[in-house]
């Protein structure tokens, strides 16, 4: 996952942060981007949209408390928070945490490339501890699945292949990129075709 900031207008004036989370539907995890829109030119204001359920709109005021309390201190502005994507309902307190290093990077308070290719999940407490949440185990694998590109993917196979010494036939490798990348996958054969060397091979780049 990365981080992607782009700059609106000559001046510097406004902002807008992207960075990568998760939500989840069942016991399924799903990508989340958070956008943050920081414009200091106006009245400042805060709006939050992107289907989000009660506790998801509660997260300003647990992220801006958190953030008083760890001495940092965001210059007036109007934020827009937008959960991408739209059509899918967010619920939970996952989404504070990225939230608050949105709003950091975005006001200039702590550099992108420190939280670049990271994938963000967390609840805030009002003095910026951070809390477990639920679903942890869907929204690590989706993290991860997340880093794992097809030219990743490849040259981790290569370097497993080196370690292992023999080579994994066509179906193995697209087996393993199925199995990083989709939410699904059912491996079959008979005796000797080499689902266990599949399996561990997937473990392993777990």
Do not use: H, W
């Not at 981007?33 to 992107?50: I, K, M, T």
């Not at 009660?54 to 007036?76: K, S, W």
């Amino acid at each position: 996952f990365n981080v992607t900031l782009l700059r609106l207008g000559a001046d510097g004036a406004a902002m807008v942060i992207r960075l990568y989370s998760g939500g989840l539907e069942g016991v399924d995890a799903f990508p989340v981007e958070v956008e943050v829109d920081y414009v200091r030119q106006g009245l400042p204001g805060f709006s939050l949209v992107g289907l989000a359920e009660t506790e998801v709109r509660e997260a300003r005021d647990r992220v801006f408390a958190a953030l008083r309390a760890c001495n940092f201190r965001l210059p007036p502005a109007r934020i827009t928070v937008n959960l991408a994507p739209a059509g899918r309902r967010k619920a939970g307190t996952g989404y504070d945490l990225p939230l608050a290093v949105g709003l950091l990077a975005a006001a200039g308070l702590i550099p992108v490339d420190r939280v670049r290719g990271l994938f963000f999940i967390g609840e805030l407490s009002l003095t910026g501890a951070l809390k477990p949440v639920r679903g942890v185990l869907p929204l690590a694998i989706l993290a991860r699945r997340g880093k794992n590109t097809a030219r990743d993917l490849d040259r981790n196979l290569q370097v497993l292949e080196l370690t292992q010494g023999f080579a994994y036939a066509p179906l193995q490798r697209e087996a393993i990129r199925k199995a990083m990348t989709e939410n699904c996958l059912v491996l079959t054969g008979g005796p000797g075709t080499g689902k266990t060397t599949t399996v561990n091979a997937i473990l392993q780049l777990l």
